[in-house]
């Protein structure tokens, strides 16, 4: 087959890389009109199966090269078959496998991103409030450590909320607990954590991407 070997290398090329390529031929054909309808030879046709055959089952001509032989004409077709994907049990699993991750990361970004909306908004509320009755005592950073009180920008939040707790109850006094308690007798909850969550806005910036890293 001399006729082949000049396009052979190219064709072998590409059946290998595209697994619904393939290169069927026929020589010394002397008559055009029945060319289709002969069983070709090579590749999936295998000399079994003819043009219309492998059109039937969904090939189409991608390429065609027509030459001049000794008795008659040799014919070789690029044949390409648009692939089905049959998803296996498997291949399904690893999709649905696929599909939830994504799912689950984008319900931790929708999480994260309320929570730090949340935080936001906390921290606003918490900025009014502390600048109102806190900033003159600990100072505009919260580093300020009052008389014998510690400062409020090293506290952690159980700490924060149980010395303010105690200051309510009259079970903590470092010399200070008669200026303190009338502030947090009139601090409920949600002022605590909000004049907290501002607190954290005055750390140094390392700090505080550690603390929303927790």
């Not at 079994?48 to 090939?59: F, H, N, P, R, T």
């Not at 309320?114 to 003159?136: P, T």
Request: proline share 2%; aromatic share 8%.
């Amino acid at each position: 087959m001399k006729l082949l070997t000049s396009v052979t290398l190219g064709l072998i090329t590409a059946t290998s890389l595209f697994a619904q390529t393939t290169m069927c031929f026929k020589e010394n054909h002397n008559s055009m009109a029945t060319i289709e309808s002969t069983p070709l030879d090579g590749g999936a046709c295998s000399s079994s199966k003819s043009l219309l055959d492998m059109k039937k089952e969904g090939w189409a001509v991608e390429d065609i090269k027509i030459e001049t032989a000794s008795s008659g004409k040799n014919y070789i077709y690029v044949l390409k078959k648009e692939e089905t994907q049959n998803l296996s049990k498997l291949d399904e699993e690893k999709l649905e496998q696929r599909i939830l991750q994504r799912l689950e990361t984008r319900k931790q970004e929708e999480l994260a991103a309320k929570k730090k909306e949340v935080k936001i908004r906390m921290s606003k509320d918490g900025k009014a409030l502390y600048i109102k009755k806190c900033q003159n005592c600990h100072g505009e950073k919260a580093d300020n450590p009052y008389g014998n009180s510690r400062a409020l920008v090293n506290l952690n939040f159980v700490d924060f909320k149980t010395t303010i707790r105690d200051y309510e109850l009259g079970e903590y006094d470092r010399g200070q607990a008669f200026i303190m308690r009338p502030y947090a007798n009139a601090m409920n909850s949600t002022d605590i954590k909000n004049v907290y969550s501002y607190i954290q806005t005055l750390k140094p910036k390392e700090e505080n991407k550690q603390e929303e890293s927790k």
